[in-house]
Protein backbone atom coordinates (compact mmCIF):
# COMPACT_ATOMS: atom_id res chain seq x y z
CA UNK A 1 0.00 0.00 0.00
CA UNK A 2 1.87 3.11 -1.50
CA UNK A 3 -0.87 5.17 1.00
CA UNK A 4 -2.08 7.32 -1.94
CA UNK A 5 -5.66 7.26 -2.52
CA UNK A 6 -8.30 7.15 -5.33
CA UNK A 7 -11.83 7.10 -5.80
CA UNK A 8 -13.76 5.60 -7.48
CA UNK A 9 -11.97 2.85 -8.19
CA UNK A 10 -14.51 1.89 -11.27
CA UNK A 11 -16.26 4.64 -13.54
CA UNK A 12 -18.81 3.88 -16.08
CA UNK A 13 -20.24 6.52 -18.13
CA UNK A 14 -21.12 7.72 -21.76
CA UNK A 15 -19.62 10.07 -23.98
CA UNK A 16 -20.33 13.61 -23.50
CA UNK A 17 -20.37 13.61 -19.79
CA UNK A 18 -18.57 14.71 -17.31
CA UNK A 19 -16.73 12.74 -14.63
CA UNK A 20 -14.44 13.79 -11.34
CA UNK A 21 -11.61 11.44 -9.95
CA UNK A 22 -10.09 11.88 -6.66
CA UNK A 23 -6.55 11.92 -5.42
CA UNK A 24 -5.49 12.06 -1.40
CA UNK A 25 -1.81 12.12 -1.75
CA UNK A 26 0.41 10.42 0.74
CA UNK A 27 0.16 12.22 4.22
CA UNK A 28 3.17 14.82 4.35
CA UNK A 29 3.14 14.76 0.41
CA UNK A 30 2.76 18.12 -1.55
CA UNK A 31 2.76 17.11 -4.93
CA UNK A 32 0.24 15.39 -6.85
CA UNK A 33 0.66 13.72 -10.68
CA UNK A 34 -1.88 12.88 -12.62
CA UNK A 35 -1.28 9.94 -15.39
CA UNK A 36 -3.14 8.09 -18.21
CA UNK A 37 -2.60 4.82 -19.20
CA UNK A 38 -4.36 3.57 -22.16
CA UNK A 39 -3.29 0.47 -24.28
CA UNK A 40 -2.34 2.74 -27.08
CA UNK A 41 -0.51 5.75 -25.72
CA UNK A 42 0.81 3.51 -22.71
CA UNK A 43 1.48 5.38 -19.54
CA UNK A 44 1.52 9.00 -19.92
CA UNK A 45 1.89 12.14 -17.87
CA UNK A 46 -0.60 14.84 -17.60
CA UNK A 47 -0.09 17.72 -15.08
CA UNK A 48 1.29 17.73 -11.77
CA UNK A 49 0.77 20.03 -9.16
CA UNK A 50 2.96 21.18 -6.08
CA UNK A 51 1.09 22.81 -2.82
CA UNK A 52 -1.93 23.52 -4.90
CA UNK A 53 -0.58 25.61 -7.92
CA UNK A 54 0.30 23.99 -11.65
CA UNK A 55 3.95 23.32 -11.91
CA UNK A 56 4.26 20.90 -14.26
CA UNK A 57 1.91 19.59 -17.60
CA UNK A 58 2.46 16.78 -20.00
CA UNK A 59 0.20 16.03 -22.50
CA UNK A 60 -3.20 17.07 -20.98
CA UNK A 61 -6.62 17.63 -23.05
CA UNK A 62 -7.97 20.73 -22.61
CA UNK A 63 -10.98 19.03 -22.03
CA UNK A 64 -9.56 17.73 -19.13
CA UNK A 65 -8.50 19.82 -16.31
CA UNK A 66 -7.31 19.19 -12.52
CA UNK A 67 -6.97 21.05 -9.25
CA UNK A 68 -5.21 21.03 -5.76
CA UNK A 69 -7.05 21.91 -2.44
CA UNK A 70 -6.02 23.33 0.10
CA UNK A 71 -6.21 20.02 2.18
CA UNK A 72 -3.99 18.65 -0.80
CA UNK A 73 -6.19 16.57 -2.08
CA UNK A 74 -6.56 16.76 -5.78
CA UNK A 75 -9.23 16.36 -8.60
CA UNK A 76 -8.93 15.96 -12.10
CA UNK A 77 -11.95 16.52 -13.97
CA UNK A 78 -12.89 15.38 -17.54
CA UNK A 79 -15.43 16.75 -19.71
CA UNK A 80 -16.98 15.90 -23.00
CA UNK A 81 -15.96 12.04 -22.83
CA UNK A 82 -15.03 10.36 -26.19
CA UNK A 83 -14.36 6.59 -26.13
CA UNK A 84 -10.61 7.30 -26.53
CA UNK A 85 -10.72 8.66 -22.91
CA UNK A 86 -11.45 4.82 -21.40
CA UNK A 87 -8.04 4.27 -19.65
CA UNK A 88 -6.88 3.56 -16.00
CA UNK A 89 -5.87 6.69 -14.87
CA UNK A 90 -3.15 6.61 -11.83
CA UNK A 91 -2.65 9.59 -9.53
CA UNK A 92 1.13 9.93 -7.50
CA UNK A 93 2.64 11.89 -4.73
CA UNK A 94 5.53 12.98 -3.77
CA UNK A 95 7.68 15.12 -0.86
CA UNK A 96 8.10 17.72 -3.65
CA UNK A 97 11.11 19.27 -2.66
CA UNK A 98 13.45 18.39 -5.18
CA UNK A 99 13.50 18.74 -9.43
CA UNK A 100 9.39 18.20 -9.72
CA UNK A 101 8.42 15.58 -12.06
CA UNK A 102 11.42 14.96 -13.30
CA UNK A 103 13.23 13.75 -10.46
CA UNK A 104 10.85 13.19 -7.47
CA UNK A 105 10.30 10.11 -6.13
CA UNK A 106 6.38 9.45 -6.99
CA UNK A 107 4.11 6.85 -5.31
CA UNK A 108 1.61 5.90 -7.48
CA UNK A 109 -2.63 5.13 -6.44
CA UNK A 110 -4.12 2.08 -7.48
CA UNK A 111 -5.87 3.91 -10.04
CA UNK A 112 -9.34 4.75 -11.08
CA UNK A 113 -10.77 2.28 -14.47
CA UNK A 114 -12.44 4.72 -16.68
CA UNK A 115 -14.91 3.05 -19.63
CA UNK A 116 -16.97 5.35 -21.49
CA UNK A 117 -20.01 3.77 -23.46
CA UNK B 1 13.48 14.73 -28.92
CA UNK B 2 13.51 12.40 -25.18
CA UNK B 3 12.51 8.92 -25.32
CA UNK B 4 12.60 5.63 -23.30
CA UNK B 5 12.61 2.06 -25.29
CA UNK B 6 11.68 -0.97 -24.02
CA UNK B 7 12.67 -3.44 -27.08
CA UNK B 8 10.97 -6.02 -25.20
CA UNK B 9 6.78 -6.47 -25.12
CA UNK B 10 6.62 -10.00 -23.83
CA UNK B 11 9.97 -12.56 -21.91
CA UNK B 12 8.69 -15.76 -20.00
CA UNK B 13 11.40 -16.89 -18.01
CA UNK B 14 11.45 -20.00 -15.78
CA UNK B 15 11.54 -19.59 -12.05
CA UNK B 16 14.85 -19.71 -10.55
CA UNK B 17 16.44 -18.23 -13.73
CA UNK B 18 18.51 -14.91 -13.99
CA UNK B 19 16.20 -11.64 -15.50
CA UNK B 20 17.61 -9.16 -17.29
CA UNK B 21 15.06 -6.46 -18.82
CA UNK B 22 16.16 -3.60 -21.07
CA UNK B 23 16.05 0.43 -20.92
CA UNK B 24 17.32 2.61 -23.62
CA UNK B 25 16.94 6.15 -23.32
CA UNK B 26 17.72 9.17 -25.40
CA UNK B 27 18.17 12.31 -23.77
CA UNK B 28 20.51 15.20 -23.74
CA UNK B 29 21.44 16.19 -20.66
CA UNK B 30 22.28 13.80 -17.59
CA UNK B 31 19.27 11.67 -17.00
CA UNK B 32 17.52 10.20 -13.72
CA UNK B 33 16.59 6.83 -14.29
CA UNK B 34 13.54 4.55 -12.80
CA UNK B 35 12.20 1.08 -12.52
CA UNK B 36 8.79 0.91 -11.81
CA UNK B 37 6.93 -2.53 -11.45
CA UNK B 38 2.85 -3.22 -11.91
CA UNK B 39 1.01 -6.47 -11.10
CA UNK B 40 -2.30 -6.86 -12.59
CA UNK B 41 -4.82 -4.00 -11.51
CA UNK B 42 -2.22 -2.51 -9.26
CA UNK B 43 -0.88 0.97 -9.12
CA UNK B 44 3.04 1.42 -9.62
CA UNK B 45 5.55 0.57 -7.57
CA UNK B 46 9.10 1.99 -7.23
CA UNK B 47 11.97 -0.26 -7.50
CA UNK B 48 15.01 1.79 -7.90
CA UNK B 49 16.26 4.76 -8.91
CA UNK B 50 19.73 6.19 -10.25
CA UNK B 51 20.55 9.91 -9.94
CA UNK B 52 24.22 9.72 -9.93
CA UNK B 53 27.26 8.10 -8.25
CA UNK B 54 27.52 4.33 -8.12
CA UNK B 55 25.99 3.04 -11.55
CA UNK B 56 25.02 -0.18 -10.17
CA UNK B 57 21.91 0.13 -8.20
CA UNK B 58 20.10 -1.81 -6.13
CA UNK B 59 16.66 -2.02 -5.24
CA UNK B 60 13.55 -3.71 -3.56
CA UNK B 61 12.99 -7.28 -3.92
CA UNK B 62 16.52 -8.33 -5.00
CA UNK B 63 16.40 -6.01 -8.45
CA UNK B 64 19.41 -4.26 -9.66
CA UNK B 65 19.93 -1.94 -12.48
CA UNK B 66 23.33 -0.54 -14.06
CA UNK B 67 23.40 2.60 -15.57
CA UNK B 68 25.92 2.72 -18.65
CA UNK B 69 26.36 6.06 -19.91
CA UNK B 70 28.63 5.04 -23.14
CA UNK B 71 25.38 3.01 -24.32
CA UNK B 72 22.60 4.99 -22.86
CA UNK B 73 20.92 2.07 -20.77
CA UNK B 74 19.39 1.34 -17.77
CA UNK B 75 18.87 -2.29 -17.71
CA UNK B 76 16.81 -4.24 -14.74
CA UNK B 77 18.17 -7.82 -13.73
CA UNK B 78 17.75 -10.17 -11.10
CA UNK B 79 19.65 -13.01 -10.42
CA UNK B 80 17.12 -15.61 -9.72
CA UNK B 81 13.30 -15.19 -10.73
CA UNK B 82 10.36 -15.85 -8.12
CA UNK B 83 6.91 -16.81 -9.81
CA UNK B 84 5.90 -13.49 -7.78
CA UNK B 85 7.82 -11.31 -10.07
CA UNK B 86 5.32 -11.77 -13.00
CA UNK B 87 4.43 -8.41 -13.54
CA UNK B 88 5.01 -5.57 -16.19
CA UNK B 89 7.65 -3.49 -15.84
CA UNK B 90 8.30 0.21 -16.56
CA UNK B 91 11.47 2.28 -17.18
CA UNK B 92 11.08 5.72 -17.00
CA UNK B 93 13.33 8.98 -17.30
CA UNK B 94 13.47 12.68 -16.39
CA UNK B 95 15.84 15.58 -15.87
CA UNK B 96 16.85 18.43 -13.17
CA UNK B 97 15.31 21.40 -14.23
CA UNK B 98 12.90 19.52 -17.16
CA UNK B 99 9.34 19.26 -16.16
CA UNK B 100 8.99 16.24 -17.94
CA UNK B 101 8.76 12.39 -17.43
CA UNK B 102 8.88 9.79 -19.77
CA UNK B 103 7.51 6.20 -19.28
CA UNK B 104 8.75 3.16 -21.78
CA UNK B 105 6.06 1.11 -23.40
CA UNK B 106 7.05 -1.72 -20.50
CA UNK B 107 7.94 -5.39 -20.65
CA UNK B 108 5.08 -8.19 -19.45
CA UNK B 109 7.19 -11.08 -17.19
CA UNK B 110 6.23 -14.04 -17.09
CA UNK B 111 7.23 -16.80 -15.02
CA UNK B 112 7.15 -20.48 -16.05
CA UNK B 113 7.23 -22.90 -13.10
Known amino acids: DSGVTQTPKHLITATGQRVTLRCSPRSGDLSVYWYQQSLDQGLQFLIQYYNGEERAKGNILERFSAQQFPDLHSELNLSSLELGDSALYFC????????????????FGPGTRLTVL | AQSVTQPDIHITVSEGASLELRCNYS??????LFWYVQSPGQGLQLLLKYFSGDTLVQGIKGFEAEFKRSQSSFNLRKPSVHWSDAAEYFCAVGAYNFNKFYFGSGTKLNVKP
Open chain 2, 27 to 32: YGATPY
Open chain 1, 92 to 107: ASSVGTSGGVSTDTQY
